[in-house]
């Protein structure tokens, strides 16, 4: 059970004392004499899908002057599966540009982020987001996140099915508290104002889970959600009629503490098959194990992976019985091919078109040369269909009936959206989270790098003959995992300014983590130990091998590796 009260950690107390997540952000948000929030409110406004945070630009300028921090918001937008329709791409955009800093960036777990939002527009966004039928509840916080759920497979019937049982999970496990209607979306006027009741929150209870919690549901042969990164994690298992339901995976997740080895990335393990009909009290049962045993003591080690570790997958069965009254039976075979996007136009066999855009580390901008932003609100104003959130922070146009595609064709030529046509398959495989100025756990550059350091590398691979070589390549500021750094062939991480640690060796299909090779490196370090991996590789490797399994064979790696058992 949890921890004992004298070992809590603070955000413990902070949560259970918030009345159900009100804290005092009224009083907060009327505080004129400051632009950041009281300290303790910081931390429950996570729960209602946005961060506090101060430019990381100007701290250091900002101190001298004896001035206050530059404190900005950044608001997270939950989309449950990924889909989203045009009407409600317009309303973000207008968010994007009337209050957040004129981009919208698209996450690694399927959202809209925005930045730059200030204290006295948080509620006119959070409303604004609200209206177009998203919201922001729970997209941060210790509660499950938004649910993820592979955007396009190739068989449209199968998609409806998983994408209706990842909505309906979302659903099910948002939290109950009115304190978000009642702080965002009564109006000045009152309007909005919904009949008090007590609140009571039947799944999570009043200090809601140890950590937070991600689920992600997978199609085969497609593993773009990563499926093994994740909390607990669904893998669609197609019958002869459709849908037969899902193996179930669990404890995945890619945090870590640099310094900390009780603190390290993991893959989800299988659990075992349950029936579509089973997915809302399957999850249900391993998110209050995740509230019972999580560690309440030390959020580091707070994730459901460190409890499966220190007990078993035998004593999570046995809790899995003790709460449903039935063992999951044994999990059936599948086969992931790759972890990363389609790009470009794809039929579905509902005859559907669907178009894969692909955006540069999800920030979607008018800069230079390409109008993105424009761009695909040009998109959003004629098309008829929907968009789709990828897993790797990239867009679908989707659901184009086909005398329609001309006209996205040419809007998207027009606005500069067409990269992923003259884009190298190396970057075409990259992510980055955001980093440096907007995030505080930033310890070095991500997103404003990682698309410089690619070029570096591209005239390495054209030097060797490796152009057209797909590798997965994740960039993060930090150890904290946003971009799934452990599940790249190349995965970097930030430990200070300038400074990466260097993991090599992950599967292409998002199976197997990678292992560190370097510990504090620059730029110029991981160059040359590329360029002495690509030219064995152009000279060694088997046919059709990828970079990650010849590196995994090298015998560069000094440990051995985690793979996923399927
Ligand atoms: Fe911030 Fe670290 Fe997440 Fe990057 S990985 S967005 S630096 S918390």
């Known amino acids: 059970m949890s921890t004992t009260i004298s070992k ?255 603190t390290y990335p993991r893959l989800a393990e299988l659990l075992g098959f349950c029936a579509p009909d089973q997915v809302e009290e399957v999850a249900e049962a391993i998110v209050s194990i995740q509230r019972d045993y999580g560690d309440r003591s030390n959020r580091t080690h707070a994730r459901l992976k460190y409890p499966l570790d220190d007990h078993s997958l035998e004593w999570l069965h046995a809790q899995m019985e003790q709460r449903l009254g039935y063992r999951l039976p044994a999990d059936r075979p599948f086969e992931f091919s790759h972890n990363g996007d389609r790009y470009g136009w794809q039929q579905t066999t509902d005859g559907l078109w669907h178009l894969g855009l692909f955006l540069e580390n999800g920030r979607i901008a008018d800069v230079g040369g390409a109008r993105q932003l424009s761009g695909l609100r040009a998109i959003a104003e004629v098309h008829k269909g929907e968009f789709r959130l990828t897993p790797n922070q990239n867009v679908i146009v989707s659901c184009v009936d086909a005398p329609d595609r001309a006209h996205i064709d040419h809007l998207v030529q027009a606005h500069g959206l067409d990269s992923y046509l003259h884009s190298s398959p190396l970057r075409l495989h990259s992510m980055a989270c955001v980093g440096f100025p907007s995030c505080g756990s930033s310890m070095a550059e991500s997103e404003r790098y990682l698309p410089e350091f690619i070029s570096r590398i591209e005239a390495l691979l054209l030097e060797h003959d490796l152009k057209d070589q797909a590798i997965t390549i994740r960039m993060t500021g930090c150890p904290n995992g946003c971009a799934r750094p452990g599940l790249a062939e190349i995965g970097i991480v930030g430990k200070g300014p300038g400074l990466y640690q260097l993991y090599l060796g992950a599967a292409f299909n998002g199976t197997r983590l990678n292992r560190k090779v370097r510990e504090s490196v620059h730029e110029d370090e991981i160059l040359v130990l590329l360029g002495e991996l690509f030219t064995d590789f152009r000279s060694m490797a088997k046919p059709d091998e990828t970079f990650g399994n010849f590196v995994l064979h090298s015998g560069i790696l000094q440990d051995g590796v985690e793979e996923a058992v399927i």
């Not at 298992?237 to 009780?262: K, Y």
């Open 8 to 262: 809590l950690s603070e955000l413990e107390s902070i949560k259970v004392n918030s009345n159900f997540l009100r804290g005092t952000i009224v009083e907060s948000l009327q505080d004129s004499a400051s632009a950041a929030l009281a300290k303790d409110d910081a931390q429950i406004v996570k729960f209602h899908g946005f961060y506090e945070y101060d430019d990381r630009d100007t701290r250091e300028e900002r101190r001298r002057q004896l001035l206050e921090p530059d404190y900005q918001f950044m608001i997270r937008a939950r989309v449950p599966g990924g889909v989203c329709t045009p009407q409600q791409w317009l309303a973000l955009d207008d968010i994007a540009r009337k209050w957040a800093n004129g981009t919208i960036r698209l996450t690694t777990r399927q959202a809209f982020q925005f930045h730059g939002i200030l204290k006295h527009e948080l509620k006119a966004s959070i409303r604004a987001i609200n209206d177009s039928l998203l919201d922001t509840i729970a997209a941060c916080g210790d509660v499950n996140r938004n649910v993820m759920c592979t955007p396009l497979p190739e068989a449209s019937d199968i998609h409806r099915q998983v994408f209706a049982a990842a909505r309906s999970l979302s659903d099910h496990l948002t939290p109950h508290t009115t304190a978000y209607h009642e702080i965002w979306l009564v109006d000045e006027e009152g309007r909005n104002k919904v009949a008090a009741t007590p609140d009571r929150e039947p799944i999570y209870g009043p200090d809601y889970l140890p950590r937070k919690f991600k689920i992600a549901f997978a199609i085969p042969p497609r593993n773009d959600v990563d499926v093994f990164a994740h909390d607990l994690g669904f893998i669609a298992i197609a019958g002869t009629d459709g849908l037969a339901g899902f193996n179930v995976t669990v404890g995945g997740g890619m945090g870590a503490t640099h310094g900390d080895p009780a």
